[in-house]
């Protein structure tokens, strides 16, 4: 039986920040990932002098890369900073490895890539999925990380509140009906399986739209023991429950709590400036 074509998956642009790379290395993890990992910085400073000045760690939101903060890498650069950002796991230029995806591997292997590249501290800075990690980096390894800014992070899967331009258990449905239909042996004659997104690529981002949908299940008040600088960043028109953000950021002690007026959820793309500047302030403080 042929099957019938569904709603093709879509790829994403991948680009790279304008600053100079120092470093750009596959970093492999012990269950055979292989992480796409870059570190940016002026182009008079080398890269040892990178990775010994606290550099900061930039961690990307789910199905994204590093290239989601392309223009906060270069306004940090531009500060100064050395900036430490890789492609998550499954994601962007990065393998997907064997271990089952989960937001505490995803910190796990963000302190693999620090120690593949010597730093013993870094500042972190994440979006998304990746302030989920900052978060869950500054509470359980707190001699690693010496600010967070966590920008657009949730601790429980009902934290994300949907809407029809966020349909994240349809968008997990299409890539898994994406991937069932590239994986049949009698595709229609028509039909050139050369020029279409891989299987691969659509069962792995359903798999991770899927980890929002199940995941993450921080409690509260485990956050209080970040003892850090931390900001919680929040677009005034975020997907993120309001009531979720006010939870994290009344956790921490001293956390600051800062909405950027008239943008959504995706604030690298859409406020640089505000993130690189909360970035620029903790690093500040943490002095």
């Not at 789910?62 to 890498?73: D, E, K, L, P, R």
């Not at 950021?249 to 959820?265: D, F, K, Q, Y």
Request: glycine share 8%; net charge negative; hydrophobic share 45%.
């Amino acid at each position: 039986m042929v099957p019938q074509i569904p709603v093709p998956y879509r790829t994403t642009t991948y680009a790279f920040p304008a600053a100079p790379m120092h470093y750009a290395q596959r970093i492999v993890m012990p269950d055979g990932a292989d992480l796409a990992t870059f570190v940016y910085g002026p182009q008079d400073a080398s890269l040892a002098e990178l990775l010994a000045n606290s550099p900061v760690l930039a961690l990307h939101g789910n199905g994204g890369s590093h290239a989601t903060f392309a223009a906060v890498i270069d306004r940090l650069c531009a500060a100064g900073k050395g900036v430490i950002a890789f492609d998550g796991r499954a994601q962007g230029q990065s393998g997907r490895g064997t271990l089952p995806l989960t937001y505490e591997l995803f910190a796990a292997d963000a302190l693999c890539v620090l120690d593949a590249l010597g730093v013993s501290q870094t500042h972190v800075v994440g979006h998304s999925d990746g302030g989920i990690e900052a978060l869950i980096l500054a509470r359980d390894h707190a001699d690693r990380v010496l600010s967070i800014v966590a920008g657009g992070a949730n601790i429980t899967p009902e934290g994300v509140v949907e809407d029809p331009s966020w349909d994240t258990s349809g968008s997990a449905a299409t890539n898994q009906a994406w991937a069932a239909f590239m994986d049949e042996p009698d595709l229609p004659a028509q039909v050139d399986p050369a020029l279409l997104p891989q299987a691969q690529e659509a069962r792995l981002s359903g798999e991770l739209l899927q980890l929002m949908l199940d995941e993450p299940h921080i409690q509260a008040t485990s956050l209080a023991t970040i003892s850090c600088p931390a900001c919680v960043l929040v677009g005034e028109h975020d997907c993120i429950a309001w009531e979720e953000t006010e939870a994290i950021a009344s956790a921490i002690p001293g956390a600051r709590l800062v909405v950027v007026p008239g943008v959504g959820h995706s604030l690298p793309r859409m406020a640089p400036d505000s993130v690189a500047c909360q970035v620029l302030i903790n690093i500040v403080l943490s002095n």
